[in-house]
C-alpha cells in the first residue's frame, strides 16, 4: 500500500516536563493519560485542565496529543465514565486510546468528536479483529506487541486506507500477553490492568519443593535468574521494514520514565525517521545512542518471529548518566537545572535536536544560584551556571559518561 503522509513518531509524556520535552526533541504527537482511567496510575498524569493546555502547546507546534483511557473498566468506572468522555472533548485533544469495548461504547456516545484508538491491551493481533474495530468506528488500531510483521502486512490490506496502524517500536516489554497479567494484583492487591502494575515480573523467583521447603535457585549469574522480566524493544534499525509493512505511527513506550529517557529515545528515532524519509542509509551511531539510555537489554520482541528475549537484565542499566537541563545560554554561558552530581574537570556530552547533538566540552568553572564559585554540582535540581563554548538551547540535555 503506498503511503500518502509522513510517518507519525509517537512519544511518552508522564507529565508536562516530558510532554514538553518530547515535542523539542523531535516527537510529532505525544500520549498521556488523565489521573484516572489510564494504565499508568504511577505517572504524575494530568488534570483536565492541564489535558487542555497541553493540547493548545502541542497545536501551536503542528503537533498531536492523546489521551489513554485503556483501562479495563468494571461498572464502577463505568458509571463515571460518560462525564469523563465530555470533560475530554472539551480539551480539544486528538484522540483517545481504549482498550475496553464498553469504554469504546461510552465515548462514542458522549463524545462523537474524539477519534477513538484502541489499545495495544485491546490484543489486536489479525485482520479480522482490526476490521471488527474499524467497523465500529476506530480511527487507529495500536497492534499488541506480540504482532509480526508479515501479520501487519495483512492487516494493512484487509483495513480500510482512512484507520491507521500503530505500533511500538521502543522500551518495555510485559511478558504477559499484551499486559494482561494477573501477577501484580495476585502479590499485591494492585491490578495491571487498572494501571496500578508493580512490575513483579521483575523480581527474582525460584522453584520450591513443597514437601521439603526447598527453593532451587536457577543461577544465570551472580545476581540469580529473572525468569519473567523482559529485555526491552528496540526497532530503530528496522523502522523501514515497519513502514513498509503498513505502520502509520512509530511508538515509544514509557511514561513513567526520565526527561533524560524520553529526550534521547526521540531523538535517536526522530534521527532514524528523518533518514529513512529523506532517502538516507540508517545512521549507525544512532544503534549506540540507544545503549546510553536505561534499558535491559535489547530485542526486537516478536516481529521476526523470535520469543520476544523473555530473560533479560535484573536492573536496568545505561552508559551515560543525566546531569543537567539546560534552561539558558548566553555569551557562553549555559543556566543547567542539575540532576545528577557533576564537578570541574568533568566530559559533558550535548543531548540536542541541533547540530549541537553529540558535542562533548569540559567543565571549567561551576557558579552556584548565590553567585559562589564551586568545585563541584551537587544540589539536585538547583540552578548552576558553568562555560559552555558550545551553543546549547533551552532543553537540551547534558550527560556524562559512566
Known amino acids: 500500500m503506498k ?31 488523565a489521573r484516572r482511567f489510564g494504565l499508568r496510575a ?3 498524569n494530568f488534570t483536565t485542565e492541564e489535558l487542555k493546555s497541553a493540547a493548545e502547546y502541542l497545536h501551536s507546534l503542528g503537533k498531536k496529543l492523546y489521551v489513554t483511557v485503556n483501562i479495563y473498566a468494571d461498572d464502577r468506572d463505568i458509571s463515571d465514565m460518560p462525564a469523563f468522555a465530555r470533560e475530554l472533548a472539551a480539551t480539544n485533544v486528538d484522540g483517545v486510546l481504549v482498550s475496553d469495548l464498553g469504554v469504546f461504547s461510552v465515548f462514542r456516545e458522549n463524545a462523537p468528536s474524539l477519534d477513538l484508538h484502541v489499545s ?56 504477559a500477553y499484551s499486559g494482561r497479567c494477573l501477577l501484580s494484583a495476585y502479590f499485591t492487591d494492585r491490578s ?9 515480573c521483575r523480581w527474582e523467583y525460584g522453584l520450591t519443593e513443597l514437601s521439603r521447603n526447598d527453593t532451587l535457585r536457577a543461577e544465570e549469574d551472580a545476581r540469580g535468574t ?24 512509530l511508538k515509544i513506550e514509557g511514561r513513567v ?17 528523518d533518514a529513512y524519509e529523506s ?58 537545572e542539575m540532576r545528577n552530581r557533576f564537578s570541574v574537570g568533568d566530559e559533558l556530552e550535548i543531548l540536542s535536536p541541533t547540530d549541537s547533538f553529540g558535542k562533548t566540552f569540559t567543565v571549567t568553572a561551576i557558579t552556584d544560584e548565590n553567585g559562589r564559585m564551586c568545585d563541584c554540582a551537587d544540589r539536585v535540581q538547583a540552578k548552576y551556571a558553568l562555560p559552555v563554548d558550545v551553543p546549547v538551547s533551552k532543553y537540551d540535555i547534558l550527560r556524562k559518561k559512566r
Open 3 to 33: 503511503k500518502t503522509k509522513k510517518t507519525e513518531l509517537l512519544a511518552p509524556a508522564g507529565n508536562m516536563n516530558k510532554l514538553i520535552t518530547a515535542a523539542y526533541f523531535g516527537a510529532d504527537a505525544v500520549y498521556a493519560a
Open 42 to 44: 504511577y505517572a504524575d
Open 120 to 175: 495495544t491491551q485491546a490484543n489486536v493481533t489479525n485482520s479480522e479483529a482490526a476490521k471488527m474495530w474499524a467497523g465500529l468506528g476506530a480511527k487507529r488500531i495500536v497492534l499488541a506487541r506480540e504482532t509480526r510483521l508479515d501479520d501487519i502486512r495483512r492487516i494493512r490490506e484487509a483495513l480500510p486506507e482512512n484507520v491507521e496502524i500503530e505500533a511500538f517500536v521502543h522500551g518495555a516489554m510485559c511478558i
Open 192 to 200: 495491571g490492568n487498572k494501571g496500578e502494575c508493580v512490575q513483579s
Open 226 to 249: 529473572y525468569l519473567l522480566s523482559s529485555k526491552d524493544l528496540r526497532m530503530i534499525e528496522h523502522i523501514g521494514e515497519l513502514i513498509d509493512a503498513g505502520v502509520d505511527s
Open 257 to 273: 520514565k526520565s526527561e533524560y529517557y524520553v529526550a534521547g529515545v526521540t531523538n535517536a528515532y526522530r534521527r532514524a525517521l
Open 279 to 336: 532517502g538516507r542509509p540508517y545512521p549507525a551511531y544512532l544503534t549506540e545512542e540507544t545503549e546510553k539510555i536505561s534499558h535491559r537489554g535489547y530485542t526486537t520482541g516478536f516481529y521476526f518471529g523470535e520469543k520476544g528475549g523473555s530473560t533479560g537484565e535484573p536492573k536496568p542499566t545505561a552508559t551515560y548518566d543525566f546531569i543537567g537541563v539546560v534552561e539558558d545560554w548566553n555569551n557562553g554561558v549555559a543556566t543547567v
